[in-house]
């Protein structure tokens, strides 16, 4: 997958301030994803892994993707997003803000729209801010809105 934008360094992501960066490709959430969520976590709420009473007792008869395992995904989403060619290591700095806007229906297909809101120097790197958006195909009303901090230290 290609990313739509390219740069050599973190700080030139600088330039996209205020702009959007892209769009990810989208990935299909099924079932196997959300049970492997729930063992690694813990997090075993029949609304996500009982096919049977989500049949019978959830508005569209289907389970619900884990709001977190949403979250999760943006590292792996941003990566068709954005690509700095000469980079360190990139750390998860935290999130100012997450809201889990709309359920995801198992068997939907998600995808991230991405843009930089800030870019802070820091030693050895770049701290950035990005709002995300977390899209359903097919409806409105996004899965989640975030705004994430990433540290990537220069090579």
Excluded at 79 to 87: A, E, L, W
Aim: hydrophobic share 45%.
């Amino acid at each position: 997958m290609t990313a739509a934008v390219v740069v050599e360094r973190g700080a030139d992501l600088a330039a996209y301030v205020g702009q959007p960066l892209g769009v990810s490709g989208w990935v299909t959430l099924d079932q196997a994803k959300i049970d492997a969520f729930a063992d690694l976590t813990g997090d075993d709420h029949w609304i996500h892994i009982d096919v049977e009473r989500a049949g019978q007792e959830m508005p569209e008869g289907k389970t619900i993707v884990h709001g977190f395992l949403v979250l999760a995904l943006i590292p792996f989403l941003q990566r068709s997003v954005f690509t700095i060619r000469q980079r360190g290591k990139g750390l998860n700095y935290g999130c100012n803000r997450v809201r889990f806007v709309s359920p995801v229906p198992v068997g939907s297909r998600v995808r991230l729209r991405q843009s930089v809101k800030e870019c802070v120097a820091v030693e050895g790197g770049t701290r950035f801010t990005f709002d995300c958006t977390v899209e359903i195909d097919g409806q409105e009303r996004p899965a989640l809105v975030a705004e994430t901090l990433v540290q990537i230290f220069d090579r």
